[in-house]
Every structure is written in structure tokens, then in C-alpha cells.
Nanobody, 125 residues
């Protein structure tokens, strides 16, 4: 049974950078397509970015394009979300999620079978 643990959240000033990580254990990380979602207070969980199991495909929400990058290190069973030029509207709890071996990155929560507990990211203005 795969477990996902996010880390690296915190407080960052607007315009700054932050990297959040998600470490997987107990499963076959290299076979999972991984996604990042976020949920702000009073709002629905939304897709941020994803990367396919074979590194070939990355997808980003419009709000993340040009500012965020996603990467993975299969040797460390870890996926990263690098957030640059952070904005106050990026404030949310960030969740990583695993999907079974898809080349097309799912952009809805229903496409993922396992979720981490989340890490808070706060961007101050």
C-alpha cells in the first residue's frame, strides 16, 4: 500500500520561491503518474501540475504555467513542485496524489487513487 508524505510547505513572500516535496513509500513509485493539487479555504480542490510515470508528459493548470515546474526522482521515490514568483492566490494546502501508470496526466481528482495529507503553503503580500 503506497503512502505519500508531503513536506516543504511554509511561508513565502510574494515573488519568492518555494519547493514542496512528496515522498512515496510502500508502492512502485516509478509506475505512478503523480499530480499536485491544492485547496484554499472555502474552495474546491484544484489541479496544479502533474508528471507521467515515464517522464514524457507534464501538465499544468493555467495558473501555474510559466511559474511552477514539476519533477520527479524515481531513485528517491519523490516528486517535487517548484513554485516561483509566488502569488498570494497560491496560498493553499498542497496535496500530492498518485495515479496508475498513465501517459496522459489526469487533471481531476477522480484520476488518482492515493493522496497525501497535504502541506500548507502561505504566500504573504
Amino acid at each position: 500500500q503506497v503512502q505519500l508524505v508531503e513536506s516543504g510547505g511554509g511561508l513565502v513572500q510574494a515573488g519568492g520561491s518555494l519547493r514542496v516535496s512528496c515522498a512515496a513509500s510502500g508502492g512502485t513509485f516509478s509506475s505512478y503518474t503523480m499530480g499536485w493539487f491544492r485547496q484554499a479555504p472555502g474552495k474546491e480542490r484544484e489541479f496544479v501540475a502533474g508528471i507521467s510515470w515515464n517522464f514524457e508528459t507534464t501538465s499544468f493548470a493555467d495558473s501555474a504555467k510559466g511559474r511552477f515546474t514539476i519533477s520527479r526522482d524515481n531513485a528517491k521515490n519523490t516528486v517535487y513542485l517548484q513554485m516561483n514568483n509566488a502569488k498570494p492566490e497560491d496560498t493553499a494546502v498542497y496535496y500530492c496524489a498518485a495515479s496508475f501508470g498513465r501517459v496522459v496526466v489526469p487533471m481531476t481528482a477522480s484520476g488518482y487513487f492515493k493522496w497525501g495529507q497535504g502541506t500548507q503553503v502561505t504566500v504573504s503580500s
